[in-house]
């Protein structure tokens, strides 16, 4: 019997040596010798109900950690019900690793009706992946892994999809199983002296300088707060990355560039240090346009196309986030106490404005916002669906650290994320997590509380419920649209969670949300807290 480990085997055993420790998968035909490398390989799989559900816990992962999430998935329908997963990841470039069967090489092209065929498979996955390969040769294993890892390590990441024909799963492959090592990743690169000399000078003779943080920043939250004390600059998030920097700091002006008020401040700075940001306006809620910078724009973005993505820069800085940003804290002298506190007054002007500029309405939302502030952990993962009270929290509900805001509720967005993408977050940190889901979305993904329950999650699962697709409903009145696809008829929500296995309970007061919550996260089992909407 030869000792020759097969592709599945070296795939897995690379999968560990590059620190993956969880992958969320549905096995097939297809897959039954990937899934022969499994058991002893160290990876735990998590099985969803759904391929969607799948890369939504992938991605929710991957946000809350840091680290690619990875799905195992077969030819076909498990990649097409993964495609819209894969495009919210997209979207927000999100590392994600996409393993998925394809029909034997023999047979690839050939639309020759064997079972789950699609017979340009690829074609369908390279619109929304950072890099897609379909392995002709089990030799080119190693390397294909290494790419992917290197995209998520030191490049924006994004989905990278790698697909095995099934003649390749069992074949053998040369050596030993432990001559399969990871490649060396590169590390975060820096900005040149010159580029980083430029800035600082720009910044420092700037009078009303400001920084805006984007979703790549997640790891320059720190950098960014002591170059805002030492320029005096407020500091304004996207959603992507509310809660990069404290929502506490005084220079802080949260995630509010929906608002005109914080616009205007943002487009009349003599200086923007923009970092690792689209500007794209989906941030603004719906307002279409994008920015009238008067003064001169700084970006930084580890993407040499999205430097001019949206707005062209005045100086373009193509390096990592946090490496900027601390390059240009040492860089750049210690700050005036005194213009520190005048911009941090400002900022807590802006923010008393923002709350006065909420659209007619949404007033009745604001006690539940402040009541889940409050039900909230400081350390908690907030992870919201496309539901109307998300729309308050993304601005009104402050956040304290990075990674504690994980949403859809911009760019692709994408219904029926929140339910497994919060499953992916639970099972990748310790940190409590609480999900925020509408009546409509949580049924595109309802299914995924079984694999929550199976799990012995700790979740609390809060369901906005208004018997429909209450923003469409809304943007329906607006626009003198008879109401049409609007109005739902809900199940009853905690008598489905309890057959599920999970708990449930309903309430109707923001009084009761504190106390509902904190019971939540004490169990080892989700539980659904249905809220009764009725406005
Ligand atoms: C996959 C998908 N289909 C449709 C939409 C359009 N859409 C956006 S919000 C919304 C209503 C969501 O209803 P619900 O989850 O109950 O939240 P509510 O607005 O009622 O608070 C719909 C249908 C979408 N964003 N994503
Ligand atoms: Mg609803």
Not at 78 to 97: E, F, V
Not at 121 to 126: G, P
Not at 378 to 404: C, F, G, K, M, W
């Amino acid at each position: 019997m030869s000792s020759a480990p097969t592709c599945a085997q070296v795939l897995m055993r690379l999968l560990r040596e590059y620190q993956v420790e969880k992958v969320f998968g549905i096995p097939g035909v297809h897959t039954i010798e990937l899934y022969r490398g499994l058991p002893g390989s160290g990876l735990i799989h998590i099985t969803p109900r759904h391929e969607q559900g799948a890369a939504f816990m992938a991605d929710g992962y991957a946000r809350a950690s840091g680290k690619p999430g990875v799905c195992f998935l077969i030819t076909g329908p498990g990649l097409t019900n993964a495609a819209t997963a894969m495009a919210q990841a997209y979207s927000d470039s999100i590392p994600m690793l996409v393993i998925s069967a394809v029909n034997r090489r023999a047979d690839l092209g050939m639309g020759g009706g064997r079972l789950h065929e699609l017979p340009r498979q690829s074609d369908v996955t390279r619109g929304f992946c950072v890099w897609q390969h379909s392995l002709t040769d089990v030799g080119q294993l190693p390397e294909a892994l290494a790419r992917a890892f290197q995209l998520f390590s030191a490049g924006r990441p994004g989905p990278v999809h790698i697909e095995i024909p099934i003649d390749l799963f069992a074949a053998p492959m040369r050596g030993q199983l432990q001559d399969y090592r990871a490649s060396p990743l590169a590390l975060p690169a820096a900005a040149s002296d010159t580029a980083v000399e430029k800035a600082s000078q720009w910044l420092k003779d700037a009078e009303r300088p400001v920084i805006l943080l984007g979703g790549g920043a997640q790891e320059a939250g720190e950098a960014a707060s002591r170059l805002a004390e030492k320029l005096a600059a407020p500091v304004f998030l996207s959603l992507a990355a509310k809660g990069v920097v404290n929502e506490r700091h005084p220079l802080c002006g949260g995630a509010n560039l929906s608002f005109d008020v914080v616009r205007e401040r943002v487009e009349n700075a003599d200086v923007v240090l923009a970092v690792a940001t689209e500007l794209a306006e989906t941030d603004r809620n719906l307002v279409r346009g994008g920015y009238g910078f008067k003064g001169r724009l700084i970006r930084v973005d580890i993407d040499p196309a999205q430097l001019a993505g949206n707005c062209n820069p005045d100086l373009a800085i193509c390096a990592d986030a946090a490496q900027v940003l601390q390059q240009l804290d040492r860089a750049l002298p210690d700050g005036d106490a005194a213009a520190r506190e005048a911009t941090a007054r400002q900022v807590a002007l802006l923010l008393e404005k923002c709350r006065s500029e909420w659209w007619p309405g949404s007033e009745a939302r604001f006690p539940w916002v402040e009541a889940l502030r409050a039900a909230l952990p400081e350390d908690a993962i907030l992870v919201t669906d496309s539901t109307q009270l998300a729309y308050n929290t993304n601005h009104a509900l402050p956040l304290y650290q990075p990674r504690s805001h994980i949403t859809c509720t911009t760019g692709y967005g994408t219904l029926g994320f929140a339910l497994p993408a919060s499953i992916g977050a639970r099972l990748a940190d310790s940190r409590p997590v609480v999900a925020l889901i509408g009546d409509g979305g949580l049924m595109f993904t309802l299914g995924e509380l079984a694999a929550a329950v199976e799990q012995r999650l700790s979740l609390p699962i809060l369901v906005w419920n208004n018997s429909g697709y209450g923003e469409i409903r809304d943007f329906m009145d607006a626009a003198q649209v008879a109401q049409e696809g609007v109005n739902l008829r809900t199940p009853d929500f905690v008598a489905l969670a309890q057959s599920f296995g999970a708990a449930g309970c309903k309430i109707d007061q923001p009084q009761q949300l504190g106390a509902a919550v904190a019971e939540a996260l004490q169990r080892d089992t989700p539980t659904l807290i249905e809220i009764t909407a009725d406005f």
